[in-house]
Antibody, heavy 116, light 107 residues
Framework: EVQLVESGGGLVQPGGSLRLSCAAS????????MNWVRQAPGKGLDWVSY????????YDADSVKGRFTISRDNAKNSLFLQMNSLRAEDTAVYYC?????????WGRGTLVTVSS | EIVLTQSPDFQSVTPKEKVTITCRAS??????LHWYQQKPDQSPKLLIK???QSISGVPSRFSGSGSGTDFTLTINSLEAEDAATYYC?????????FGQGTKVEIK
């Protein structure tokens, strides 16, 4: 089955760190560009980060630049998001999404809550 | 940053009615506009890519049109299962952005 499964979310204090993972299966992960998109509770969608299929090209939203780092391990069919210096406004469901320009496959998301 | 503004924010519609959602970009984005459907407690699902290109497996009652700054998602003959929030998304220039969403409720 073609799918993406996120993990690693949880409750973290402001200023803390968290590492999200996304496991891909059912397709040739190494051939696809990937993204992280988040959704704050009751709010709309917010693109976070992009990584090319090789991992050589990365783009980040200004709101996370310098704090979040996207990476991938093509040998393990996995995508990651290292989140540092977390803020209350980073509280959201984080989705990994496949695609260079449009997102044709989404995971179910993992909830990150930043609160003291 | 390109701002996408959807209208309306909310629409209450009777089954079999036609639904039209518009998405206006703050500057020209060509055809780099995509539409998603998100049902409650689910992840988004791609409906239309590049303004008007259909997606395999998506019912034919969903269609898109437009270019430049003005785009439209049309749902012909709305069904109960179409109750959801719909988002437009531009990939013309970074940062990629989404519209604020349009919630469609079934009367």
């Amino acid at each position: 089955e073609v799918q993406l499964v996120e993990s690693g979310g949880g409750l973290v204090q402001p200023g803390g760190s968290l590492r999200l993972s996304c496991a891909a299966s059912g397709f040739t992960f190494s051939s696809y560009e990937m993204n992280w998109v988040r959704q704050a509770p009751g709010k709309g969608l917010d693109w976070v980060s992009y990584i090319s299929s090789s991992g050589n090209t990365i783009y980040d939203a200004d709101s996370v630049k310098g704090r979040f780092t996207i990476s991938r391990d093509n040998a393990k069919n996995s995508l990651f998001l290292q989140m540092n210096s977390l803020r209350a406004e980073d509280t959201a469901v984080y989705y990994c999404a496949r695609g260079p320009r449009y997102f044709d496959l989404w995971g179910r998301g993992t909830l990150v809550t930043v609160s003291s | 940053e390109i701002v996408l503004t959807q209208s309306p924010d909310f629409q209450s519609v009777t089954p079999k009615e036609k639904v039209t959602i518009t998405c206006r970009a703050s500057q020209s984005i060509g055809s780099s506009l995509h539409w998603y459907q998100q049902k409650p407690d689910q992840s988004p699902k791609l409906l239309i890519k590049y303004a008007s290109q259909s997606i395999s497996g998506v019912p034919s009652r969903f269609s898109g049109s437009g270019s430049g700054t003005d785009f439209t998602l049309t749902i012909n003959s709305l069904e109960a299962e179409d109750a959801a929030t719909y988002y437009c998304h531009q990939s013309s220039s970074l940062p990629w952005t989404f519209g604020q969403g349009t919630k469609v409720e079934i009367k």
